[in-house]
């Protein structure tokens, strides 16, 4: 069964930097064709897509915020880290981990909630 | 690359509902839906096109046309009222996975 959860600070101050970390179970991220991906969700609103990170190191990142996001992995600790500089007040709602499958997203961690305000 | 779906759609019990995902393009596009619950994460409840994962009830099904994507709940019940988001993963496109902005169906 493969699970996965989400974990990090709550409240952030605008202008700091934001980690997340995706603790999974149920898979490797060293085997072939692995992946993970990031969405967040702000209140009220749909789902974004923020990035990927599979098991070969290739990443891609939402283009809005590829200049402030990083997506790194520790294969031996079975986790996947989000690193987003810089915070906003915009950059507030749930953030999720989830499994890559072909090209859909299964299954989703329970959410992780982040709130950017000084 | 933009999804659009009604942000709304509402139903009485015993009926069918019908939420459309339009896009450019579309009917050359694998497309996923997903069922949110408030305070959960999205659930897939139908994956390439019109794929139904272990679980989740044949009275939900997914179709696709040249111009849109639609998702159809049918013998609606109160259990359905939920978010229900399209998704598409666009490799051509800048923005590589695209999400709908979500249709609420509400359960009169």
């Known amino acids: 069964q493969i699970t996965l959860k989400e974990s990090g600070p709550t409240l952030v101050k605008p202008t700091q930097t934001l980690t997340l970390t995706c603790t999974f179970a149920?898979?490797?991220?060293?085997?072939?064709?692995?992946?993970v991906t990031w969405v967040r969700q702000p209140p009220g609103k749909a789902p974004e897509w923020l990035g990927f990170i599979y098991w070969n190191e290739e990443k891609a990142y939402s283009p809005s915020l590829k200049n402030r996001l990083t997506i790194t992995k520790d294969t031996s600790k079975n986790l996947v880290v989000l690193t987003l500089t810089n915070l906003e007040a915009v950059d507030t709602g749930t953030y999720y981990c989830?499994?890559?499958?072909?090209?859909?997203?299964?299954?989703w961690g329970q959410g992780t909630q982040v709130i950017v305000s000084s | 690359y933009v999804l659009t779906q009604p942000p709304s759609v509402s139903v009485a019990p015993g009926q069918t509902a019908t939420i459309t995902c339009g896009g450019r393009n579309i009917g050359s596009k694998t497309v996923h839906w997903y069922q949110q619950r408030p305070d959960h994460a999205p659930v897939v409840v139908v994956h390439?096109?019109?794929v139904r994962p272990s679980g989740i009830p044949e009275r939900i099904s997914g179709s696709k046309s040249g111009s849109a994507a639609t998702l159809s709940v049918s013998r609606v019940e109160a259990g359905d009222e939920a978010d229900y988001y399209c998704q598409v993963w666009d490799s051509t496109s800048e923005h590589v996975v695209v999400f709908g902005g979500g249709t609420r169906l509400t359960v009169l």
């Open positions: 149920g898979f490797s991220l060293s085997s072939y064709g692995v992946g």
């Open positions: 390439d096109d019109n």
């Open positions: 989830a499994y890559i499958v072909s090209d859909y997203f299964a299954p």
